[in-house]
């Protein structure tokens, strides 16, 4: 039951607006809304009649109007001619619409007269509906008739803004309300709430969708619409018409529009769709297919072969309507045997997303969870997993991982060189060596680019060693310095540092081949120095430099900048090849002095003062002997002989010019400079015009030799942070 506010006025003896007799309100619901007003003056043209005249036995009226439905029924007063008995009922619109209207009016919930049952009150009971009391007999009653086609495509074109008003055409109101009632049987409640009428002249405030013409002799109104009992469609070509006929023909046969529909266009592609319904499935493209199984009053036995049950099946995989509809239709068993075998031949031959075919037959009610499982294992072998087959088999193969052999052990590999999507769920595993194995396989894929593996990427934060073992093993074993390059360019700059610090912790790294990868992905100086600098210590061991030597080299960015002026610090040569002064010596002596030394490079002492003569006058030929010798088994002492022989202040000079000899070996220069035992100042102070020669000279890439400088605080402890000094304390003091 709904309960409507209502109120009832007309000529009384007694009303509620006036102590005396006259027209008023006579009796109201308490809950009667006040934007209709509690007056008839207030209620205005809801309680009088049209000027000119009154209802031919009785007018229903159902308008909107100040945001309410409101219902009304205007019947000739008999006992003062000229007014009427005027019964509202008021509701939400989402309450009471027309259909509810014209159920009050059958079932006798308006009054006619204000009879001894009516006594002045404001407290009225609510009026009640019974919904139960519905309209399908009207319309059952008026199937036959040539004018219901008509009245629903109008009142149809009415609601979707393509027609104009109405206006019905008959002898009397009761025939207005049996062709409304009718109207309201075929077509669904909800579709027609925007729809109001009157079977009488129309004095309401706005003119409804459809009036009534008492009479025969009525003039029609301009711009309306007429429907008499005589119409008929008479235009096959008018889409409403046809719309009309439709929908009556649907409903001779049995079939109802679904009081689910809304709109004009819901109840249009409803017809649609019981067109398509009556050919041949064979017959329907996709679409037209989809509307068909989409229609919520499809019966089960529109599926009349495996074929149409097959396609349903592919076209539910595609589009979620489809899903949907069949999950809610009680289809028959040997259909859902055909549904089940569809999805599961689509999970063994899917090779994209077998976890949405999963997903559609778990909305249809199907596990196929052991099917998805069996294929999966199916494809292990056989074909290309993917992430949700790899999800699937995972398990297993953990559990022959860490209990079988190592033939099983060799299979699990075996298959991560197969799947990719396996890696996914290795990589972070416990187990160092399958970790290691499922880095190496993503590596040696070949449909991987290894400089933009993420799993690779991912591995860098999470098993940093066990991606720098595979390195050293790369460098040391096959030498393969674009794959160390790939592994390098995908690191990091964060991770790059720390994966070159931890490749140093093994003996058996190739740090030349690591070097040479570096400067390949870091092209930058200061790049460079950032990467290398954690792993310094470890790198330049393998450079071969004295010791001392080697507690001096440190990388500096901006040694680099350097560099290019290398060839503007060349001393001036001796063209003339003699100079002045330069003493009792000759080339000739000074060569004989020097090969002889050799293998005795004692003699070095005993012809100090013609060496030291020649060093003074003629350096760079000394430079040039020096540099011819540097080859030789005892280079080294023979060096330091001749660098004892020169004067402090000649030696940086001496240096430099043999650092710039192309014959020179540098390692035997090197390690007899470090022969003289002198300080860190010192040796750097030494070298410090011949090493931007000599750096490039040793077995490095060009780019990282050219960044190593001598540094003689190197070797100096690191300072320790200067302690703080205690914060002062203020006294509190009573006396200040």
């Given at each position: 039951?709904t309960g409507?506010p209502?109120l009832?006025c007309?000529w009384a ?7 005396g ?11 009667w809304?006040?934007?209709l007003?509690?007056?008839v ?8 009649l ?5 209802p ?5 009226e159902f308008?909107?109007t ?8 205007k019947?000739?007063?008999?006992v003062?001619?000229?007014t009427?008995v005027?019964?509202?009922i ?8 027309g ?7 059958g ?6 007269t ?6 002045p009150?404001?407290?009225w009971p609510?009026a009640?509906?019974?919904?139960a009391n ?5 319309a ?6 040539t ?8 009142a149809?074109?009415?609601?979707d803004?393509?027609?104009p ?6 002898e009397d109101?009761d025939e207005a309300v049996?062709?409304?009632a ?19 002249a129309?004095?309401?405030?706005e003119m ?5 013409l008492?009479?025969?002799?009525t003039p029609?109104p301009p711009?309306r619409?007429?429907?008499t009992?005589?119409?008929?469609i ?5 889409t409403?018409q046809?719309?009309?006929r439709?929908?009556?023909e ?13 709109s004009?266009n819901d109840i249009r592609?409803w017809c649609?769709?019981?067109q398509?319904?009556?050919l041949e499935?064979?017959l329907l493209d996709d ?6 199984l ?8 529109w599926?009349?072969d495996?074929t149409v049950?097959r ?6 995989l595609?589009?979620?309507?489809v899903t949907?509809?069949l999950?809610n239709l009680?289809v028959?068993?040997?259909?859902r045997?055909v ?8 999970v063994m ?6 976890g949405h075919?999963?997903r559609?037959?778990r909305q249809?009610?199907?596990?196929l969870?052991?099917?998805v499982?069996?294929?999966a ?6 074909g290309t ?8 088999v ?20 075996e ?7 396996l890696?996914e769920f290795t990589?972070?595993a416990?187990d ?10 993503e590596?040696?894929?070949p449909a991987?680019?290894?400089g ?8 860098m934060?999470s ?6 073992q595979l390195?050293?093993n ?5 030498r393969?310095?674009y ?10 700059p964060d ?5 070159i610090?931890?490749?140093t ?7 030349f ?5 570096v400067t ?8 460079l120095v950032d990467a ?6 470890a790198?330049r ?5 004295p010791?001392?030597?080697e ?5 500096d960015?901006?040694?680099a900048?350097?560099d ?16 002045k ?8 002596e000074?060569?004989a002095?020097i090969?002889a030394?050799i293998?005795?490079p004692?003699l070095?002492?005993e012809?100090r003062?013609m ?7 003629d350096?760079?030929f000394v430079?040039?002997r020096m540099?011819e010798?540097s080859?030789a ?11 004892i022989c020169?004067g402090?202040d000649?030696?940086p000079a ?5 650092a ?28 410090a015009g ?8 040793l ?9 190593i ?9 690191a300072?320790?942070?200067p ?8 006294r509190n003091?009573?006396w200040r």
């Amino acid at each position: 039951m709904t309960g409507f506010p209502q109120l009832v006025c007309g000529w009384a003896l007694v009303n509620l607006e006036s102590s005396g007799a006259g027209v008023g309100v006579v009796a109201r619901s308490g809950n009667w809304p006040a934007a209709l007003g509690f007056t008839v003056r207030e209620l205005g043209s809801l309680a009088t009649l049209p000027e000119g005249g009154e209802p031919v036995g009785f007018a229903l009226e159902f308008t909107v109007t100040r945001g309410l439905a409101v219902a009304g029924l205007k019947t000739p007063s008999r006992v003062r001619p000229g007014t009427c008995v005027t019964h509202l009922i008021a509701g939400t619109r989402e309450q009471l619409d027309g259909a509810m209207v014209l159920r009050l009016f059958g079932s006798g919930g308006f009054l006619r007269t204000l009879d001894e049952s009516v006594a002045p009150t404001d407290s009225w009971p609510e009026a009640a509906a019974d919904p139960a009391n519905g309209l399908a007999g009207a319309a059952e009653s008026a199937l036959d008739l040539t004018w219901l086609p008509v009245l629903v495509g109008a009142a149809l074109a009415h609601l979707d803004g393509r027609g104009p008003t109405l206006a019905l055409g008959v002898e009397d109101a009761d025939e207005a309300v049996r062709m409304l009632a009718a109207l309201y049987g075929v077509l669904p409640r909800n579709a027609l709430r925007e729809l109001t009428f009157s079977t009488g002249a129309a004095a309401l405030a706005e003119m409804p969708s459809i009036t009534a013409l008492i009479g025969r002799g009525t003039p029609p109104p301009p711009d309306r619409r007429i429907i008499t009992a005589d119409s008929g469609i008479d235009n096959i070509a008018d889409t409403y018409q046809r719309l009309g006929r439709d929908i009556v023909e649907h409903r001779r046969a049995g079939l109802a529009v679904p009081a689910m529909l809304l709109s004009v266009n819901d109840i249009r592609q409803w017809c649609y769709q019981q067109q398509l319904r009556a050919l041949e499935p064979a017959l329907l493209d996709d679409a037209q297919m989809v509307q068909v199984l989409t229609d919520p009053t499809l019966s089960p036995d529109w599926f009349t072969d495996a074929t149409v049950a097959r396609r349903a099946i592919h076209l539910a995989l595609d589009n979620t309507d489809v899903t949907t509809a069949l999950a809610n239709l009680p289809v028959r068993n040997q259909v859902r045997e055909v549904f089940e075998q569809t999805l599961i031949d689509r999970v063994m031959t899917e090779t994209r997303d077998r976890g949405h075919v999963t997903r559609v037959a778990r909305q249809l009610g199907f596990d196929l969870s052991d099917v998805v499982a069996e294929a999966a294992f199916r494809r292990l072998d056989t074909g290309t997993l993917s992430a949700s087959d790899a999800k699937t088999v995972w398990p297993q193969l953990e559990r022959d991982w860490t209990t079988g052999d190592t033939e099983q052990r060799g299979l699990v590999i075996e298959r991560l060189h197969r799947h990719r999507a396996l890696r996914e769920f290795t990589v972070g595993a416990k187990d160092r060596y399958l970790v290691y194995e499922t880095v190496r396989a993503e590596i040696g894929d070949p449909a991987v680019h290894t400089g933009s593996s993420q799993l690779l990427r991912t591995a860098m934060y999470s098993q940093l060693a066990i991606v720098a073992q595979l390195m050293v093993n790369i460098s040391c074993t096959s030498r393969d310095r674009y794959v160390l390059e790939q592994i390098m360019a995908c690191a990091p700059p964060d991770r790059l540092p720390a994966l070159i610090a931890e490749c140093t912790r093994y003996p058996a790294v190739d740090a030349f081949e690591l070097m040479k990868a570096v400067t390949i992905v870091r092209a930058e100086p200061a790049e460079l120095v950032d990467a290398l600098k954690p792993a310094w210590t470890a790198l330049r061991r393998v450079i071969g430099l004295p010791q001392a030597l080697e507690d001096l080299a440190v990388l500096d960015a901006d040694a680099a900048q350097t560099d290019s002026q290398q060839g503007r610090n060349r001393l001036r040569p001796n063209i003339f090849g003699r100079s002045k002064g330069r003493g009792d010596w000759t080339r000739a002596e000074v060569s004989a002095l020097i090969r002889a030394a050799i293998d005795d490079p004692l003699l070095i002492a005993e012809h100090r003062e013609m060496l030291s003569a020649a060093i003074e006058t003629d350096n760079e030929f000394v430079a040039r002997r020096m540099s011819e010798h540097s080859d030789a088994t005892g280079a080294p002492a023979l060096l330091k002989q001749i660098l004892i022989c020169a004067g402090h202040d000649r030696v940086p000079a001496l240096l430099t010019l043999c650092a710039q000899q192309h014959d020179l070996e540098p390692h035997a220069l090197l390690r007899a400079i470090c022969d003289l035992d002198l300080d860190s100042a010192a040796l750097a102070e030494l070298l410090a015009g011949g090493w931007p020669h000599l750096r490039t000279r040793l077995d490095l890439p060009h780019r990282i030799a050219n960044l190593i400088v001598l540094d003689a605080t190197a070797t100096l402890p690191a300072r320790l942070k200067p302690l703080s000094a205690p914060k002062k304390q203020r006294r509190n003091s009573f006396w200040r």
